[in-house]
């Protein structure tokens, strides 16, 4: 197997520590490629990553800025925060190419196995793996497919789309994102056949040129036939899958928390926690809005229950998420000056990062998590509070905005991130549920966890991957 990701083997955040439980017990027998000091390289668990490529500086922060200025926020539905550059787009797209060379290149020394491609970070990879004859490949697209893309953004968005068709699958987390792809494809490319019933997209058959051949269409007569390719009548699979979360793992680091202290703010009284990003699709603002109203209106509660927040900063340098963070300072600031007491402050900003038995700590004395982002394509958050809970659970607030309401949310309490007064309500009838509805709740979603565990995820995409002669039989026993 080999996987092609942004991240590599043991770096923090995103999918990361998921791909290093898919890729444990092969020895050698993987590659792990990812970029790296600027830098793509692939790893086999042995020795030291080999250093294929250096990338430019310019290169980098061009392709770092069409991912988050735009993408990002399009992928979102949050146009509203995007910036498009056609200089980006270039370095995006030539970032994608050089990345897919030295795979081929790479690839050519042996037989090669099929490439498991993560994320929108890497979306042309299919398409240029296909016009240079290089290994097949799935890929697993963690962040939402939007509803609707802008008029003006759409050639964009439809060349990702049209690459994304070169692989064999996609996966998504949830059959509304599956949903929305289909729709997508149904409507803005031509000569597709789109079926949901068998979840497929079938294409008919396409002759590309290679763009550095032809940069303008003034020059395609000049195009030697080396230079075109064909891309044959085929299907892709398009596969709804949630992420799984590693519960044993989970389980295994509560059993060392009781070493551990909790913060001394939180000690004396309830607390609600949150974990997240200070991005603008998490909801931070909302929610820091929706706590002024919950103690407007319940003065009593004043100094005996904390909002426990670990919000880091993200993508600074970034207009969109720089004005997104000082916005949150800001009403942090009004909220614990207004309702703060000697001894006690309402909103506590916890400094991370944090080791998971820190963090396996804070979960399981919670008496609320909340959840709550305008558009979010999964959310492992949720899922680690749920495996971190005792006897005497806490309760579970999840905006149905979030990829993980598919899956949790007939057992959480629903939590709106449009209206701040409504989501103030909502937190405070969930903290007054009995201890029975709790139990009764988190029991359900303990299940659900355990039907979907990160090592059936695994699974599930190690059976699409593996080599067969007939790539539609393969795909359809997997499934």
């Not at 990002?72 to 980006?88: L, N």
């Not at 498991?116 to 097949?136: C, H, I, S």
């Not at 509803?147 to 439809?158: D, H, N, R, T």
């Not at 299907?235 to 899958?241: D, E, N, P, S």
Request: net charge neutral.
């Amino acid at each position: 197997m080999q996987i092609v990701s942004y991240r590599g083997p043991g770096m923090a955040g995103g999918v990361s520590p998921a791909l290093t439980q898919m890729v444990a017990g092969d020895g050698s027998n993987h590659k792990w490629w990812h970029i790296e000091d600027n830098t793509i390289k692939y790893s086999n668990g042995i020795g030291q990553p080999n250093a294929r490529h250096l990338l430019s500086e310019s290169l980098i922060e061009g392709h770092y800025r069409y991912c988050n200025e735009f993408l990002w926020p399009i992928m979102h539905d949050m146009s509203e925060f995007a910036t498009y550059r056609v200089e980006d787009r270039a370095l995006y797209e030539r970032f994608n190419r050089i990345f897919a060379r030295e795979i081929v290149v790479e690839n050519s020394r042996y037989t090669s196995s099929k490439l498991f491609v993560q994320d929108y970070q890497l979306a042309l990879l299919p398409k240029e793996l296909q016009r240079l004859d290089g290994p097949a490949c799935g890929i697993f697209w963690h962040i939402p497919w939007p509803k609707s893309v802008p008029q003006s953004y759409l050639p964009a968005i439809v060349d990702l789309a049209k690459s994304l068709l070169s692989a064999e699958f996609i996966g998504f987390h949830t059959q509304e994102y599956c949903s929305n792809f289909f729709n997508f494809v149904a409507k803005n490319i031509p000569g597709t056949t789109v079926s949901m019933r068998n979840r497929t997209i079938t294409r008919q058959s396409v002759a590309y040129v290679n763009p550095k051949a032809a940069p303008t269409m003034e020059d395609t007569w000049r195009i030697r036939l080396a230079d075109k390719y064909t891309s044959q009548n085929r299907f892709t699979k398009v596969v709804a899958a949630p992420l799984g979360l590693d519960v044993d793992h989970w389980e295994n680091i509560s059993r060392v928390r009781s070493k551990l202290h909790l913060h001394p703010s939180l000690i004396h009284t309830d607390y609600v926690l949150s974990v997240d990003r200070a991005d603008y699709t998490k909801g931070v603002a909302p929610r820091i809005e929706a706590i002024g109203h919950f103690f407007n209106d319940h003065p009593e509660l004043i100094g005996k229950i904390t909002f426990a927040q670990l919000c880091t900063r993200t993508r600074p340098g970034i207009e969109a998420f720089d004005n997104n963070w000082f916005n949150i300072q800001r009403l942090i600031q009004e909220v614990n000056s207004k309702y703060s007491t000697e001894d006690w402050q309402p909103v506590l900003n916890l400094k991370g990062p944090l080791k998971p038995a820190e963090l396996s700590l804070l979960y399981a004395n919670a008496s609320m998590m909340l959840v709550n982002p305008v558009r979010d394509g999964l959310n492992l958050t949720a899922k680690e509070y749920i495996a971190c809970q005792s006897n005497r659970p806490g309760v579970l607030g999840l905006s149905p905005h979030c990829g993980a309401f598919e899956e949790l949310g007939p057992w959480a309490v629903e939590v709106n991130p449009f209206d701040p007064k409504e989501m103030s309500r909502s937190i405070f009838n969930a903290l007054n549920l009995s201890d029975r509805d709790k139990l009764e709740r988190m029991n359900g979603m303990r299940s659900r966890l355990n039907e979907n565990t990160l090592t059936l995820w695994c699974e599930q995409f190690k059976g699409l991957l593996e080599p067969a002669d007939d790539m539609e039989t393969a795909a359809e026993a997997a499934l």
